[in-house]
């Protein structure tokens, strides 16, 4: 009896492992955050509709670059789409993780991703950057923007902040009057990715960059380095004490509580700062681009885009998914949803931009048209530690801003090999 | 042999005499086997397997044969500055954080010991921050912390003290991490000296007391080398998780601020998953578990206990 309901149990367990591999028609891997909310929204109506199952799987951020890499190199199959951060993309792509989707397009008689996409999100989607075959398509239109008080900076003698030393004049003046408790500028000085993203676009915005226009030499130790390095110095002298371990939740509550006046920070905390029941600046934040330095300002670009594992045994059904959720009635979806699109007829669909918590969509848009990406390279995730080292200790103040620059040009060169 | 329901001894039936005796003179290898055959998979084989890794450059492109590269992963230990760091961190914080718990744990439970042993209450409330799982006592510390809205701070305002960056200051991100890991394990270590407090033999005790000896020469003489056992297994298990350290570290500063706080848990972590550098990682993960099995014996031997 005891051996037959054993024997029972197996079978049952055995039938159910099998049916819960076998459960869903694809897989996919998406942030547990607003943007993989969002997919995850849109996989359930795709589900209803068309019956498909689609499973999601939803992990940190940090999490998902390592679930995607393991089952890239173990080529396990068990995600059929991965929502990636785009400066992801060289690593999985270079490393043999992500599908080509050209011959996808012509099976489905299509040339590419249609005019419609921003030029800007459909660049980031190539590999090699805006020349190679597209390996993914975009999602969340994600680009930095500056966030500012007007009430604030025009108290401080600055009506519109156009470039960073009208942050800093504003920004000292806030500070010196805050006693202690109110701050001009707040950013972003965590070790490793969040200090690296504050500072690109300030480097940017005086003419750096970390590499040369042929990837053939790091440029970070320059005079235009150091002019960066300068502004990012002033400002973290006007920025709140703690600002080292900063991320981008401490960033965007300074904002939302009214405690600091100006940031940058990425679009989706427009939706915090307009909820009355998470904040006290409902209605009092501006946006604008990154403001200029001895160049334009650029942001950092950090769309989402879906891409198709090389290892999916269901290729054919997550790329027709990835060109129903990323169609211009779907991406409308997904931006009402609190998602910033990647389509200009979305960007400027009168339905949303004549509501106030689409007000941004404009500068958005041309934050996007005008921003830049992280610098393409396999090995990105590494430079940015090494950077983020220096940068972290230039912020907190054990190196000196000159140290920090020569260190990270060394620690870079040696990561990539260049000299 | 089997008692049949009349009284009487018979033989059970034989079902292929040859295998039965086969399993009868195995039968320790067979009882054994399901026991071997799940240490082999969970911890043998990686264990090899990490050996394995650790000799070899392994690309996260599958279509790349591993190379072997010999000693090659451990000799970039030396010239790895990222690696010396993370050592240098994990040590300061290991020989902190474990000796204030030890003192604390050991003088709590001295001064302690003849009142809690009714109040079973209080012996539950001091093991809840060690019940607490390692990200949930993190998140907390990381909200107590916050320099802006955070507890800490909003009392050092009140009372007219500077505010501090606890997590964020190059001079104290360490501190306040060592702080965080004493709350959460210092009760540990109490618990542990409480139970070998209440074995200890009242017959010494009493003899020294009629010798005239005083409380110190009591605890020096008496309670110390009595509780030497239990000091043992308690430091060692504190020091063997203490080099593993990562949670607290990866919410609270992340390694920063200016690499003050990365331990080598977080490094490994960065190097496989971040830098997807398997075999290197292997081959810190191997150092680290060199570095714990010396530590473990010449504490077992410095305390006695490998006898």
Redesign the interface.
Known sequence: MVRKFCLALAVAASALAIAGAAWADFTILVPSSAEGDGLRAAAADYSKMKGTKVEIVQAPY?NV??QA??A????SGVFDIILMDDPWIP?FA????LEDLTPYFKNAGMEGPDDDFLSKSLAICRNPYNTGPYVCLPYVGNAQMFFYDPIKFKEAGVETPKTWDDVLKASKALTEAGG?RYFGYVFR????N?VVADFMPIFWSYGADLFNADRSKVTIDTPEGAAAMKTFMALRDVS???????NAN?VG??LA?G?AASSINWPDWVATFEDPSQSRMVGKISHSPIPAGTKPGSSEIGHWTMGIMTASKNKQEAFDFMIWATSPEQIKISAERGNPPVRTSTFTDPELTKQEQFRHYPVLMEAIQASTPRPRHP?W??IE?AFG?EL??A?????TPEEALKNSQAAVEEITGLK | MLESDKGTLTTPPRMGGGLERWAERHLRILMLAPTVLILLALTIFPSLYMFYAAVHKI?????LPWQFVGPGNFARLLSDT?FHVALRNTAVFTIAAVTIEFLLGLGLALLLDRFIRRLTFLKTVLMIPMMLPPIAVAITWKIIY????GVLNEIMFRLGLP????????NL?MFSIIVADVWQWTPFIFLLMLAGLASLPVEPYEAAVLDGASSWRQFWDLTLPFLKPVIAIALLLRVMDALRLFDLVFI?????????TKVLSLYIY?VA????DTGYAAAISLFVLFVTIVLSTWFMKRMRLAE
Do not use: C
């Open positions: 940090a670059f390592e890499a393991n890239g190199a173990t080529k690593f270079e490393n043999g993780h202690g000085g965590g070790q490793g969040p709140p004490k703690g600002v080292e371990s900063y401490e509550t300074a509580a405690t090995k995730p590494e530690n080292i972290s200790k912020v907190a103040g054990t190196i | 690309s996260p492109n599958p279509d990222q916050e320099p802006q809205f505010l501090q960056a606890w997590a964020g200051d190059v991100a609270l500063t992340g390694g920063g601020p200016a690499d003050r960065q998953y971040r830098f997807a």
